[in-house]
């Protein structure tokens, strides 16, 4: 069975900082591209940062210089730290795992970040 654990989130302060964790469990983890992706109400689901199976990573533009994402596949845990948030940053943010060579995909159930202004 696989799970994708994401425990942290929570309330911050504009300007202030956060790490997210997402452990795994179920699958090859080392082969896995993980991302995380955030969604408010309304809105569709989006892409905040990806770390292929060899750790090349991508950003979305709106993140870019402010947010690290990392993985360690000893652990099999990924992160995402989060720094300068703003309030356009609250959202709930999902862990993502995908396996492209056999094109599958799991979620975590989500954590929500609320920055304050």
């Known amino acids: 069975q696989v799970q994708l654990v994401e425990p942290g989130g929570g309330l911050v302060q504009a300007g202030g900082s956060l790490r997210l964790s997402c452990t795994a469990s179920?699958?090859?983890?080392?082969?896995?591209?993980m991302a995380w992706y955030r969604q408010v109400p309304g809105k569709q689901r989006e892409l905040v940062a990806a770390s292929s199976s060899r750790g090349t990573t991508n950003y979305a533009d709106s993140v870019k210089g402010r947010f690290t994402i990392s993985r360690d596949n000893g652990k099999n845990t990924v992160y995402l730290q989060m720094n300068s948030l703003k309030p356009e940053d609250t959202a709930v943010y999902y862990c993502n795992a995908y396996y492209s060579t056999i094109d599958v995909g799991y979620w975590g159930q989500g954590t929500q970040v609320t920055v304050s202004s």
């Open positions: 179920g699958i090859t983890f080392r082969f896995n591209a």
